[in-house]
C-alpha cells in the first residue's frame, strides 16, 4: 500500500507544473472531432447496485495502469481531453487502488481537462433495472462524482451505452445534463444488448424509443444522444458474428488490436476514423469519431498511442475534446433535429469490412437509408436498410434485451423482408419521402 501513495505523490507532483488546456471555441462546421471514454468499473457487468454478473476486474484496475494509459493517450495526441466514466461500485470502492486511481482521474481533470462522470450498469442499466431505479442510480452516482471531485464540479455528460429515453429525459430534466453516450449504434445479436435502428451521428432522441430521433416538439428530449463506437459501416451490416466476422469491427480496441494485432489492427482503425475524417468530412461539413475503451483491457497501450499518433499525423487540426464538450457543441449548432447525415465507406478488405463493397448511408430525422453495391464490378446500388421513424415505435415495457427498430428493410438481413432490393421497389410514398430529401437519388 506504501509504494502505491509513493507512486501516485510522484504523480500529483509532477503534474503541478503542467500548463492548464486551452479553452475549446466550441465551433461544430469545419472541424474533425475525436471523443474518448475510458470505462473504469470493479465488475465487467454491474447489472445493479449489487448484483453482478461478469468477470471481477478488481485486480486488472492499478494506480500503475491508469498512469500507463493516461500517459499513452498524450504520447500519441498531445493535448487531448478524454472522458474517464466510472460505475457504481468503482465510485464506492474503498480499497487503496480504488482511492489512488480516483485521485488520479481528479488530478488529470485538473491538469489536462479531462471529464469524469458516472456509467450505470456498465452499458446495459436498461436491460436489469426499472427506469426509475436507473434514475436514482443516475441522482446518486452523479452526487458521488461530484462528491470525489470536489470544487461544486460537475460532468457534462454520462456515458450509459444504452439509456432509455425516460432516463435521457430525466437527465435533461432533473440534473441539467444535455449529453449522454445512449446508444450504441448497430448492436444486434453481440454483446449483452441488442439497440439496432438509430442514427449514428448525434440526434436528440424521440420520449417512445431512445433510437429514435424526435419528430416534433411534443416528442423533444433536450439531451444529446451519442454513439458509443465508430462502427465500420460494411462490418456493421452483419448479424452478431455472422459469417464468422465480429460485426463491432471499427475503431474499438477488441476487434482490431486484440484480434488483428497493432499492424493490421491500426490499419483497420485509420480505415473506420478515415470515412467520418474524409470523405464524411466533406459531406456532412463536420466529422466525429469516438470510442468507450474499458481500461482493464489485456492491449497493450501502445496501440492506443499509434492510432493517436497517426490521426495526430494525417488530421492534424483535430480536435480530441472530451464526450460533453463535443455533444454540447453539437446542441449549440442544432436547435432540433434538422440534420441530415451522409456518409460513403468502401471495405479494407479486414475482417468483414468487404474490400470489393461500397455501402452509402443517408441519415435524417425522418428516416435512414443504406445502399450498397459493388463498385469493382459497378454493380447497381441496392436498398439493404430502410428505417422510418413514424408509426408507433415504443420502447419495451420489460427488462429484456432487445431494444431495437427494425423498419422495412433491416441491414442485419434476419428476416425474410430484408433482402436488398432496388429503390425503384419500395413503395410510391417512400420513394417520394426519400426524393424530399435526396432528389434525384436513384
Excluded at 439497440?195 to 419528430?215: N, R, T
Excluded at 475503451?293 to 489485456?298: G, N, R
Aim: glycine residues 8%; proline residues 4%; contains cysteine.
Amino acid at each position: 500500500m506504501k509504494s502505491i501513495y509513493l507512486l501516485l505523490s510522484f504523480v500529483l507532483s509532477a503534474a503541478v507544473t503542467i500548463a492548464q488546456p486551452k479553452p475549446y471555441s466550441g465551433v461544430l462546421n469545419g472541424n474533425r472531432f475525436l471523443t474518448f471514454n475510458a470505462i473504469i468499473r470493479v465488475n465487467q457487468i454491474e447489472a445493479t447496485r449489487t448484483l453482478n454478473l461478469g468477470e471481477d476486474e478488481r485486480s486488472l484496475h492499478t494506480p500503475q495502469r491508469v498512469i500507463a494509459f493516461r500517459k499513452g493517450v498524450e504520447d500519441g495526441f498531445p493535448g487531448a481531453r478524454i472522458t474517464w466514466a466510472l460505475s457504481w461500485l468503482a465510485l464506492h470502492d474503498t480499497t487503496a487502488n480504488y482511492m489512488a486511481i480516483k485521485k488520479l482521474v481528479t488530478q488529470y481533470h485538473k491538469q489536462y481537462g479531462d471529464e469524469i462522470t458516472f456509467i450505470p450498469g456498465a452499458y446495459f442499466s436498461n436491460a436489469h433495472n426499472t427506469r426509475s431505479q436507473v434514475n436514482r442510480d443516475l441522482h446518486d452516482g452523479l452526487a458521488k462524482v461530484s462528491a470525489i471531485v470536489g470544487n461544486n464540479y460537475r460532468p457534462k455528460c454520462v456515458v450509459a451505452g444504452f439509456l432509455a429515453a425516460a432516463n435521457q429525459k430525466y437527465l435533461a430534466a432533473n440534473e441539467n445534463i444535455h449529453v449522454c453516450q445512449g446508444n450504441i449504434w448497430s448492436q444486434y445479436a453481440i454483446d449483452n444488448q441488442d439497440g439496432e435502428g438509430s442514427v449514428v451521428y448525434p440526434y436528440y432522441p424521440s420520449v417512445d424509443h431512445f433510437c429514435k430521433p424526435a419528430q416534433s416538439k411534443a416528442d423533444f428530449i433536450d439531451c444529446v444522444n451519442l454513439d458509443g463506437w465508430t462502427m465500420d459501416f460494411l462490418a456493421a451490416r452483419r448479424e452478431g458474428y455472422a459469417d464468422g466476422f465480429n460485426s463491432r469491427l471499427g475503431v474499438g480496441p477488441i476487434e482490431t488490436l486484440g484480434k488483428y494485432g497493432e499492424t493490421t489492427g491500426i490499419k483497420e482503425m485509420i480505415h473506420a476514423t478515415a470515412a467520418h475524417f474524409d470523405e464524411g468530412f466533406k459531406l456532412n461539413k463536420f466529422g466525429w469519431v469516438t470510442v468507450n475503451w474499458e481500461v482493464s483491457l489485456d492491449i497493450p497501450v501502445s496501440g492506443l498511442t499509434e492510432w493517436l499518433h497517426q490521426i495526430k499525423q494525417r488530421w492534424p487540426q483535430t480536435q480530441f475534446i472530451t464526450m460533453g464538450e463535443f455533444g454540447l457543441t453539437w446542441r449549440k449548432a442544432y436547435k432540433t433535429n434538422n440534420f441530415n447525415y451522409q456518409f460513403i465507406q468502401r471495405g479494407s478488405g479486414i475482417g468483414g469490412s468487404d474490400k470489393p463493397l461500397e455501402i452509402k448511408w443517408l441519415m435524417n430525422k425522418s428516416f435512414r437509408l443504406a445502399l450498397l453495391r459493388n463498385w469493382q464490378t459497378k454493380s447497381p446500388w441496392q436498398v439493404i436498410d430502410f428505417t422510418k421513424y413514424d408509426g408507433n415505435i415504443k420502447e419495451p415495457d420489460t427488462l429484456t434485451r432487445n431494444w431495437s427498430i427494425l423498419g422495412a428493410i433491416n441491414q442485419k438481413q434476419t428476416r425474410p423482408q430484408d433482402k436488398p432490393v432496388s429503390l425503384s421497389k419500395l413503395s410510391t410514398t417512400d420513394i417520394k419521402l426519400i426524393h424530399k430529401y435526396y432528389p434525384g437519388l436513384k
